[in-house]
């Protein structure tokens, strides 16, 4: 386990997401609809992550933007890693353009590996790409936690935690004392993987 640090980028990012539904409730003024927090966390999240490793030199799509191969059809993909000197304003994308295919979550839902697995299953039938499963944060108790075991492909957790996802997560000022504070076993309630870093690897090897 490594510890969080306030500057570290997965905590960056998990502040960024919070923020976002802070600016929201402001904005509404009042608490958001389940509906309205699954779709801000879920967007969110993917132009969050983006947006951190365009600012590493990574050519990438546009999030939630379209996949379009002759045999395999149309499919709507999370974020793409593309080849060099593809225009990313050039969409739909062909699959020759594409490196990397993500699918990206703040946390893991119900039957995740399956939806997933199928979604990747179809796509490397016929098309020679890498894959990445992107998970902000997760609890490690968490029955549907998505890993690679159960996937069967790539899966990059950022964040594990002791704490069961709640409002907690939307607000800044609870997760720094989140990432702060000290679980029963003695261990941090909250930690980095280093997946970070072993993504930052695994799509520079695919560029």
């Known amino acids: 386990m490594l510890p969080l640090k306030d500057t570290d980028e997965e905590l960056q990012m ?4 919070a923020e976002k539904f802070e ?5 509404k003024g009042r608490e958001l609809t389940r509906t309205e927090k699954s779709e ?3 967007k969110e999240t993917e132009n969050i992550i983006r947006a951190h490793l365009l600012r590493r030199g990574f050519n990438l799509s ?7 191969d002759d045999i395999v059809g149309s499919m709507e993909i999370d974020l793409m890693l593309l080849r060099s000197g593809v ?5 739909p994308y062909k699959s020759k353009d594409v490196r990397v295919v993500f699918e990206i979550k703040n946390n893991a839902v119900t039957d995740q590996a399956t939806k997933t697995r199928a979604n990747f299953d179809r796509v490397k039938k016929r098309m020679a790409v ?13 029955k549907h936690r998505v890993t690679e075991e159960a996937l069967g492909y790539p899966v ?3 964040i594990s935690r002791v704490r069961s996802r709640d409002i907690w997560m939307e607000s800044k000022a609870e997760i720094m004392a989140e ?6 076993n003695g261990g941090p309630a909250m930690w980095q993987t280093g997946n970070w870093a072993a993504l930052l690897s695994y799509l520079a090897s695919k560029q």
């Open 14 to 17: 998990l502040l960024e997401v």
């Open 23 to 27: 600016n929201a409730k402001k904005l």
């Open 40 to 42: 801000l966390s879920g």
């Open 62 to 68: 546009k999030t939630r933007e379209f996949l379009v």
């Open 87 to 91: 225009d990313p304003e050039d969409c």
């Open 130 to 142: 890498g894959f990445a499963f992107v998970c902000l944060s997760e609890r490690t108790s968490y």
């Open 156 to 158: 990059f957790e950022l």
């Open 179 to 184: 990432s702060r504070r000290i679980a029963r």
